[in-house]
């Protein structure tokens, strides 16, 4: 993996170089002829921008799994492109500037990129770089041409997950209590969080039992397992008996604190049932992988419709409540896992359209 460093440095030898570069160019353009540009045609690169760190966050790592299956499925069919992943880790105040460089360098046609904050970093970047193209996943942008967001519909991919969560919560399963309290376990508060995904996940607990109430807590950054089961240790003596953590590796300390003292988790945005066998009872997952893999695949044959937001959900599939693995089976009693289901039939098949927030 690429670090910003590599591609400063790479931009700085892009100067230095670039007269006398521009000037080889042009001799071996006119010495070749036709013919040998026919026979090496111009090579196409994505740069790929992670806002945070890959590993440990599932939203990164199926955006750039995608990517690269978009990218090496080109290439295998001929096409010359390439991909570099670049992590812009976890100083929100840099990646601006990482950003930058990028579109700076000159090289990428494309900066792939994941979360809802980017779109508003990429804006006054795309101005000054009119070439550039961004397309960001998981983010919501209109207004400017060169960027395209796809929006996951996230009071859905919450609000399942919550009603599953009481569910569990209410049963008479092993480490389900009495009190009506489920828990939230964030990396930071972002509108996303606050204004959806929070609220989204008390409704649907509230859709089983009007007495929910969520526990909320913050990590304050997305890498901090430590923190994590701090928190949630915190939660389970103050009476919560499900988890939902969407703090990025420091998800890790929830499911650790889980397996310590004894809770259950929702898991969000990937498959997660295989991270604590029995005790992850949900995992409410958004298709990021398969659509930064077709989204790339549009934008490299030229078919994407740029420019323009699009918000996805269950009713498409890229939006689910993973129901088909044997591990929710052994996790979930049939009664609850039932209850379940009915809720999601209904979104999947828009018998019960939630709206987007
Ligand atoms: N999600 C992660 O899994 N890892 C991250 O490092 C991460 N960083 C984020 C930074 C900002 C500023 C924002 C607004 C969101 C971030 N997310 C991150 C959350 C992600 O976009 C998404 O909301 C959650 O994964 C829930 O689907």
Redesign the pocket.
């Known amino acids: 993996m690429k670090t910003l460093k590599k591609i400063h440095i790479a931009a700085l030898r892009l100067t230095a170089g670039a007269f006398a570069l521009a000037c080889i160019a042009v001799l071996s353009a006119s010495c070749a002829g036709k013919s040998a540009e026919k026979a090496k045609p111009e090579e196409t690169h994505i740069a790929v921008f992670?806002?945070?760190?890959v590993s440990?966050?599932?939203?990164?790592e199926m955006l750039v799994s995608g990517v690269r299956k978009a990218v090496d499925e080109a290439a295998a069919q001929g096409k010359s492109v390439s991909v570099d992943v670049v992590e812009g880790g976890?100083k929100?105040a840099d990646?601006g500037s990482g950003i930058t460089a990028l579109a700076a360098d000159g090289k990428y046609a494309l900066i792939i990129s994941?979360?809802?904050?980017?779109p508003q970093i990429c804006a006054p970047i795309a101005k000054k770089f009119t070439q550039e193209e961004f397309l960001v996943f998981?983010?919501y942008s209109e207004g400017t041409p060169q960027i395209t967001t796809f929006q996951?519909n996230?009071r859905e991919?919450a609000y399942v997950s919550g009603y599953m969560a009481a569910l569990v919560s209410s049963s008479s399963m092993k480490f389900a209590n009495m009190d009506k309290k489920i828990g939230l376990v964030a990396?930071?508060e972002?509108?996303?969080?606050n204004d959806v995904?929070l609220p989204s996940f008390l409704e649907g607990a509230k859709a089983v039992d009007p007495a929910y109430t969520v526990d909320f807590r913050v990590v304050g950054n997305?890498?901090d397992a430590a923190k994590g089961a701090e928190l949630a240790k915190a939660m389970k003596s103050a009476g919560v008996d499900v988890i939902m953590p969407?703090?990025?590796?420091a998800?890790q300390g929830v499911v650790a604190a889980a397996k310590e003292d004894g809770f259950y988790v929702a898991w969000?945005?990937n498959n997660g049932y295989a991270q604590a066998p029995g005790l992850v009872i949900a995992s409410s997952v958004?298709a990021q992988e398969r659509l930064a893999y077709e989204k790339t695949k549009a934008w490299l044959d030229g078919s994407l419709e740029k420019g323009k937001p699009m918000t996805v959900g269950m009713k498409d599939g890229y939006v689910d409540f993973v129901s088909e693995d044997p591990l929710w089976a052994q996790a979930v009693p049939e009664e609850l896992r039932a209850k379940q289901l009915a809720l999601v039939d209904k979104i999947r098949s828009g018998s019960l359209d939630l709206g987007v927030k």
């Open positions: 992670v806002p945070g760190i440990g966050s599932p939203v990164y976890t929100q990646w994941s979360n809802p904050a980017i998981d983010a996951y996230q991919q990396a930071q972002y509108p996303a969080m995904i997305w890498y969407i703090a990025g590796g998800n969000f945005d958004m």
